[in-house]
């Protein structure tokens, strides 16, 4: 059941945050008291008597410390709020009240998208960095404005939770941000949610920079980065639909079931007409009802999740699972390329020239063609042991290697290493593939499942560019990169290039084959991994990977927050928000080329900005 604010619920609240805890709880007619734990501010929404406006309340749910209650409870919400403030300020030495609430009129064309309440005197610079990151918001087709009014409203009459003496009393900034709310239908009411969820996001980020200003100038409270300000406590349904959305993805293993099943037989039909008919590829069986799993993904509730970061992040990753399901459902048929490009991509005109630049650069094999193999057995005994250095680092490592007939080449699933019966190793190799599988599939996979968050080891949506960019990345560092290997991942690009303008899988082997010289068993490899499934564009993204990162160690960025799971470059701002906000850990493990001496120099090289093409000359 709600409390009731009495005397007694206000004291039971001042006391556990006295204590440094946690407070969440009801209060009547659907109001929520949530405070992460003691901080310098509260933001406050409140209802309008009898109008009840949910879609405007949500925007307080985003922050670390708010209430939101019904005007009609102003009474005895006064003395919450006072109690909360009188506290806080004790311990800090300020606070900060900011009261958000939608503008009355969304018709008026002239009236600002916001409208900020502060002291009419001496503004502080809490206004301005409000006034400024809300002005800097840009959503499409939307103009934003932003206007100044005093807060002299908030302070006065039977509504004001503070007056301008016990703010002083109590050393505390009052502020208001009104709302036009564009985020819904002036007549109806009815919510735009895409525009409200985007809306939100912002005016968060803004709220939390105005936040961090006050409290760095005015209080105690010294956080590092403005996102520490933000929420640390998780609820529990957010650890319940990480756990519903890992629980979907372990129901199948996307690459092996898209992996021909019957490879060498494959290879010797192929040869065998002449290389003259495209050869016909078995798959292992489907071990589940895709129509049921999106069923299930669509039964997750994640609209119920308040935090807009983590709400991001599980929306995407349905997003991406519906897309992989739809792949998986449409095996073997056309429909499978046009899924494969919504989910990795294609190959644009720039990689599209990296990639022809390299195939020029080296017309021909660099190697003779009896280059020494490694044993199947000797290259899993050198994997095995890299993954014990993986877990002298982090014992709960729980990792190992498997030889399979059913697997061609090298294949990394759910942190274990699978080596086919027939893989072929060049041994001057064999190091750099122990790093890209072992040292960053393998270990991103267990530094992911060190987080409390499961979707860092399932893997993010586009994770694949940046995991493979990286695992190429520790080949050259640890002096495997040669110029074959890059050939190969060039010959990918153009092969998916081909693909995705029609080519079929004879044209595309026969042009490896003669215009780029490649020897008749690589470019069907090649060919089949490329044409898998019905056409799978994954192969582009090693490259692809590649480029965008040696261009991300040139602006300055580091590698080793990279390696915190399966992830993708344009969420390093998630996961340093999640770091900052301690939601996530500290890297456990950290790759051998990180502290080899002898790889240093070439990180030095990469950090001062060199392009794909200096990696040939090592």
Same mark, same amino acid.
């Given at each position: 059941m709600p409390d009731t604010i009495s005397d007694i619920f206000i004291k039971g609240i001042v006391r556990t945050l006295k204590r440094g805890s946690r407070v969440r709880r009801r209060l009547p007619e659907g109001g929520l008291l949530h405070i992460d734990r003691p901080l310098p501010f509260l933001v406050l929404y409140r209802h309008p008597a009898g109008q009840p406006d949910h879609a405007t309340a949500d925007f307080v749910k985003a922050e670390a410390a708010y209430i939101i209650a019904r005007e009609e409870q102003t009474p005895e919400l006064r003395q919450l709020v006072q109690a909360i403030a009188k506290a806080m300020a004790d311990e800090f030495g300020a606070f900060m009240v900011l009261e958000l609430f939608a503008a009355p009129d969304i018709s008026a064309a002239d009236s600002p998208t916001f409208r900020v309440l502060g002291p009419e005197q001496a503004l502080p610079a809490t206004i301005r960095t409000l006034k400024t990151e809300l002005a800097s918001i840009k959503i499409s087709g939307l103009p934003v404005t932003v206007a100044t009014a005093s807060n002299q409203a908030l302070l006065e009459g039977s509504n004001s939770l503070m007056s301008e003496e016990e703010l002083k009393q109590h050393s505390t900034l009052m502020l208001g941000l009104e709302l036009k709310p564009i985020y819904r239908q002036a007549n109806s009411g009815q919510v735009y949610p895409m525009l409200q969820r985007t809306l939100r996001g912002h005016v968060s980020s803004a709220i939390k920079k105005a936040v961090f200003d006050f409290v760095r100038v005015q209080t105690t409270h010294q956080p590092k980065h403005f996102q520490a300000l933000g929420r640390q406590a998780v609820v529990p349904a957010v650890w319940r639909i990480d756990k519903q959305l890992t629980s979907i993805?372990?129901?199948?293993?996307?690459?092996?079931?898209?992996?021909?099943?019957?490879?060498?037989?494959?290879?010797? $039909?192929?040869?065998?007409?002449?290389?003259?008919?495209?050869?016909?590829?078995?798959?292992?069986?489907?071990?589940?009802?895709?129509?049921?799993?999106?069923?299930?993904?669509?039964?997750?509730?994640?609209?119920?999740? @308040?935090?807009?970061?983590?709400?991001?992040?599980?929306?995407?990753?349905?997003?991406?699972?519906?897309?992989?399901?739809?792949?998986?459902?449409?095996?073997?048929?056309?429909?499978?390329?046009?899924?494969?490009?919504?989910?990795?991509?294609?190959?644009? @005109?720039?990689?599209?020239?990296?990639?022809?630049?390299?195939?020029?650069?080296?017309? $021909?094999?660099?190697?003779?063609?009896?280059?020494?193999?490694?044993?199947?057995?000797?290259?899993?005994?050198?994997? @095995?042991?890299?993954?014990?250095?993986?877990?002298?680092?982090?014992?709960?490592?729980?990792?190992?290697?498997?030889?399979?007939?059913?697997?061609?080449?090298?294949?990394?699933?759910?942190?274990?290493?699978?080596?086919?019966?027939?893989?072929?190793?060049?041994?001057?190799?064999?190091?750099?593939?122990?790093?890209?599988?072992?040292?960053?599939?393998?270990?991103?996979?267990?530094?992911?499942?060190?987080?409390?968050?499961?979707?860092?080891?399932?893997?993010?949506?586009?994770?694949?560019?940046?995991?493979?960019?990286?695992?190429?990345?520790?080949?050259?560092?640890?002096?495997?990169?040669?110029?074959?290997?890059?050939?190969?991942?060039?010959?990918?690009?153009?092969?998916?290039?081909?693909?995705?303008?029609?080519?079929?899988?004879?044209d595309n082997f026969c042009r490896l084959k003669e215009e780029y010289n490649f020897d008749e068993e690589t470019a069907f490899n090649v060919t089949m991994r490329v044409h898998r499934g019905g056409g799978l564009t994954k192969d582009a993204v090693y490259l692809r990977g590649l480029v965008h990162l040696l261009q991300y160690l040139k602006e300055g960025h580091e590698l080793e927050p990279l390696l915190i799971g399966k992830i993708r470059q344009e969420y390093i701002p998630i996961v340093q928000e999640l770091i900052y906000r301690q939601v996530l850990r500290p890297v456990p493990i950290r790759p051998r080329y990180l502290t080899d001496p002898a790889a240093q120099p070439k990180l030095q090289k990469l950090k001062a900005g060199i392009s794909v093409f200096n990696l040939l000359e090592n």
């Open positions: 993805s372990d129901q199948f293993r996307f690459l092996l079931l898209v992996t021909p099943v019957n490879a060498d037989e494959a290879w010797e $039909e192929f040869r065998q007409k002449k290389f003259k008919q495209a050869p016909n590829f078995h798959y292992r069986l489907m071990p589940m009802d895709a129509d049921l799993l999106k069923r299930k993904l669509y039964n997750i509730p994640i609209e119920k999740v @308040e935090d807009p970061t983590l709400a991001f992040l599980f929306r995407d990753k349905r997003h991406e699972l519906d897309k992989t399901l739809t792949m998986l459902a449409d095996r073997n048929t056309p429909d499978f390329l046009y899924s494969s490009l919504q989910l990795f991509g294609g190959v644009d @005109e720039q990689l599209l020239k990296v990639a022809e630049g390299i195939l020029a650069a080296i017309p $021909e094999p660099m190697r003779e063609q009896d280059v020494p193999l490694i044993p199947v057995d000797e290259f899993a005994t050198l994997a @095995e042991q890299e993954i014990a250095f993986l877990k002298g680092q982090y014992p709960a490592l729980d990792s190992g290697v498997d030889i399979r007939k059913d697997i061609v080449g090298l294949i990394v699933s759910k942190g274990r290493l699978n080596i086919g019966t027939d893989a072929k190793i060049p041994r001057h190799r064999a190091r750099a593939l122990i790093q890209h599988e072992v040292g960053t599939h393998i270990l991103t996979y267990f530094n992911g499942k060190a987080q409390p968050l499961q979707q860092l080891y399932v893997g993010v949506p586009g994770y694949e560019e940046l995991q493979e960019g990286l695992a190429v990345l520790s080949e050259y560092l640890v002096g495997g990169l040669d110029q074959d290997r890059l050939r190969i991942l060039a010959a990918r690009v153009v092969a998916v290039h081909h693909l995705t303008k029609g080519c079929s899988f004879t």
